[in-house]
């Protein structure tokens, strides 16, 4: 009976493995904050990368990875509504897309981190400002809300770009999850 039952979660088709993954997602958020920034470490180590360059594709790989994770949880909902008699247009409406960000442009010394929730939540936007603009590698903070951008001007000395990039990230991760228990 054991052997009928690991066969059968072996055989799921596609959508029922989508939903048992986004709800693992929304289950353990943590992990949504973790593993980004570890296949982005695993990758700019696999090809060697340093500096300006790793930065880049850190970022790149960790904003990749959360839209990834974001789509997993859309469609896991999807698919628990359509069973539940909602329809998906329903369900997709009501949901905004708060975790992804991306690089917009970076060139050393400063980036642009395109932020969705940055135009919609104004009270995450002064936080993440003020708590940027305290780091002792932030020279300037900047943020566009009608583009929902922020611009980063910062001093690496004493930090590869890697381990800023990984600062940065964090800052913003605790800032968000800081906003969402107090939200």
Same mark, same amino acid.
């Given at each position: 009976?054991?052997?009928?039952?690991?066969t059968?979660?072996?055989n799921l088709a596609?959508?029922?493995?989508t939903?048992?993954i986004?709800?693992f997602?929304?289950?353990?958020g943590?992990?949504e904050?973790i593993?980004?920034v570890?296949?982005?470490?695993?990758?700019?180590s696999?090809?060697?990368l340093?500096g300006?360059?790793?930065?880049?594709v850190?970022?790149?790989?960790? *904003? =990749?990875a &959360?839209?990834?994770f974001?789509? /997993?949880? $859309?469609?896991?909902?999807?698919?628990?509504s359509?069973s539940?008699g909602?329809?998906?247009e329903?369900?997709?409406?009501?949901?905004?897309d708060?975790?992804?960000?991306?690089?917009a442009?970076?060139v050393?010394?400063?980036?642009?981190?395109?932020?969705?929730q940055? *135009? =919609?939540? &104004?009270?995450?936007?002064?936080r /993440?400002q $003020?708590v940027?603009?305290?780091d002792e590698?932030?020279?300037?903070?900047?943020?566009?809300?009608?583009?929902?951008?922020?611009?980063?001007?910062?001093?690496n000395?004493?930090?590869?770009?890697?381990?800023?990039?990984m600062?940065?990230m964090?800052?913003?991760n605790?800032?968000?999850?800081?906003n969402q228990?107090s939200?």
């Amino acid at each position: 009976m054991t052997s009928t039952t690991s066969t059968a979660n072996l055989n799921l088709a596609p959508e029922d493995a989508t939903a048992q993954i986004g709800g693992f997602l929304r289950e353990h958020g943590e992990i949504e904050t973790i593993l980004p920034v570890a296949i982005g470490v695993f990758i700019t180590s696999q090809f060697k990368l340093r500096g300006a360059n790793a930065l880049l594709v850190n970022l790149l790989v960790a *904003s =990749l990875a &959360r839209q990834v994770f974001t789509k /997993l949880k $859309q469609e896991g909902k999807s698919q628990v509504s359509q069973s539940n008699g909602v329809s998906t247009e329903e369900t997709e409406a009501s949901q905004v897309d708060l975790q992804g960000y991306a690089i917009a442009h970076a060139v050393p010394g400063r980036v642009r981190l395109k932020m969705p929730q940055l *135009s =919609l939540d &104004r009270d995450f936007a002064k936080r /993440l400002q $003020q708590v940027l603009s305290t780091d002792e590698y932030v020279n300037r903070v900047r943020i566009n809300y009608a583009a929902a951008s922020i611009i980063i001007n910062y001093n690496n000395q004493g930090l590869s770009d890697w381990e800023l990039g990984m600062r940065l990230m964090g800052i913003i991760n605790r800032v968000r999850q800081e906003n969402q228990v107090s939200g």
